[in-house]
């Protein structure tokens, strides 16, 4: 790691520092954009809150509601438009840093392409069957490239399920983290799943999901539940070396949730964080400010061990 991160700091020096030193200026205009709006929509505040303090009173004078449910609205409208209004400036320079910045830095792992905004295919998600149920999707950040002689997609998705209420719906966060397919040198005609293992909940898996496989492995049975069309081809995947390398690549993601499928020759890994992952800068810092890059490296590093702690290459 030492090493690695030796040779990392020098490709930064040689090949994205004068991009960060250019970025600069431009961080330092879309700063003084946000500071402006957010003095202009901050003035207005003590004057809609005067305003509910009046209708709070006077209708409480004349037992009434209405008019203070009114500016409760108003409040709740403006406050929203202007957090969106301040919140363009920031947003803007984050794509701007990420359309200079990315592709270079994803360079220092190989032959890897990047694209904001892209994701793995939806029926590749929903095959997979380690996702949860969703309706709509944001994609962030996607890499897709070649490691140690492995092709290799990286997406971070948030997933969304609509839920109906009584006032209308709203969309709730049902996954949030990244996605990674591997391509499998071992040639597979099923599906296996391995989810995390849920204790006494697992009978409603055995409901849903194909036939449960039972496992040799003590440890790893305590942390995944293994779900197959094929048993004999689920025994030949999961391997002793296997089931030790992805509980090795757990420790790697701090104990985060981690589900995986194989299928069409592929492994899926889900890993579920809250963690806005790949952020190289942000407008309220420097650009040279190493802090963000280097933990940006550290994410990519621990996407990139799963790699090497599976073995997957030829």
Request: aromatic fraction near 14%.
């Amino acid at each position: 790691m030492q090493d690695l991160k030796a040779k990392f700091d020098e490709y930064y020096n040689c090949h994205l520092l004068h991009k960060f030193a250019k970025l600069e200026d431009e961080r330092q205009k879309q700063l003084t954009v946000f500071i402006r709006r957010l003095l202009v929509t901050g003035a207005f505040i003590p004057l809609l809150l005067a305003l509910f303090w009046n209708s709070f009173w006077g209708e409480y004078i004349a037992e009434s509601r209405e008019a203070t449910k009114v500016t409760i609205y108003v409040l709740i409208f403006y406050v929203i438009a202007a957090m969106l209004y301040c919140q363009s400036p920031v947003t803007s320079f984050k794509l701007d840093v990420k359309a200079d910045i990315m592709q270079t830095f994803a360079a220092f792992w190989g032959d890897f392409l990047y694209v904001h905004g892209a994701s793995l295919p939806e029926g590749t998600l929903i095959a997979s069957n380690i996702l949860p149920y969703y309706d709509s999707r944001e994609n962030d950040d996607y890499f897709q490239g070649c490691y140690h002689d492995v092709n290799i997609i990286i997406s971070e998705p948030k997933l969304y399920k609509k839920v109906r209420t009584r006032n209308g719906s709203h969309n709730v966060n049902v996954f949030e983290g990244i996605v990674i397919q591997l391509e499998m040198n071992k040639k597979f005609k099923g599906k296996t799943v391995v989810l995390k293992d849920c204790g006494l909940f697992n009978i409603f898996k055995k409901i849903r999901r194909t036939e449960r496989v039972k496992l040799e492995d003590v440890v790893f049975e305590k942390h995944f539940e293994v779900f197959s069309d094929n048993q004999i081809e689920a025994r030949y995947l999961l391997t002793t070396a296997f089931m030790e390398r992805m509980l090795k690549a757990k420790k790697v993601f701090h104990g985060k949730t981690i589900q995986f499928s194989f299928f069409d020759n592929k492994l899926l890994i889900a890993i579920e964080t809250n963690q806005n992952m790949f952020e190289v800068s942000s407008l309220f810092s420097r650009t040279t400010n190493r802090k963000m890059i280097n933990q940006a490296f550290e994410q990519f590093t621990s996407v990139m061990a799963l790699v090497d702690t599976l073995k997957l290459q030829k």
